[in-house]
């Protein structure tokens, strides 16, 4: 099974950027779908974005579209998550999740197919 690492959380200000890395090992990421998740104190999880493997391609959620860009580096076994003009209520904990890669990002980001590795986590504050 595949494990994950998410790095590059942080405090920042309200239109700042930050970049957040989940690296993997035990597995090569290339035949994976990746998702991007987060999650607000009293909050439910939110599905922020979702690359496939086996199709490449990538789902972004629209409270984040225009300024989220999710991309992979297989020679890295690495996924990021390009994240520009925050705002406050960016402001949760971000999580990465993997999935064998059988379909679209879409069906993985809506729930359709359920996500079983995870990541531990990395904060995320925006101050206005």
């Known amino acids: 099974q595949v494990q994950l690492v998410e790095s590059g959380g942080g405090l920042v200000q309200s239109g700042g950027s930050l970049r957040l890395s989940c690296v993997a090992s035990?597995?090569?990421?290339?035949?994976?779908?990746i998702g991007w998740f987060r999650q607000a104190p009293g909050e439910e999880r939110e599905a922020v974005s979702c690359t496939s493997g086996s199709d490449g391609s990538t789902y972004i959620a629209d409270s984040v579209k225009g300024r989220f860009t999710i991309s992979r580096d297989n020679a890295k076994n690495t996924v990021y998550l390009q994240m520009n003009s925050l705002k406050p209520e960016d402001t949760a904990v971000y999580y990465c999740?993997?999935?064998?890669?059988?379909?679209?990002?879409?069906?993985?980001?809506?729930?359709?197919?359920?996500?079983?590795?995870w990541g531990q986590g990395t904060q995320v504050t925006v101050s206005s």
């Open positions: 999740a993997a999935e064998p890669s059988t379909t679209a990002a879409y069906f993985y980001c809506a729930g359709y197919i359920r996500f079983r590795s």
């Open positions: 035990g597995s090569t990421l290339h035949y994976y779908a």
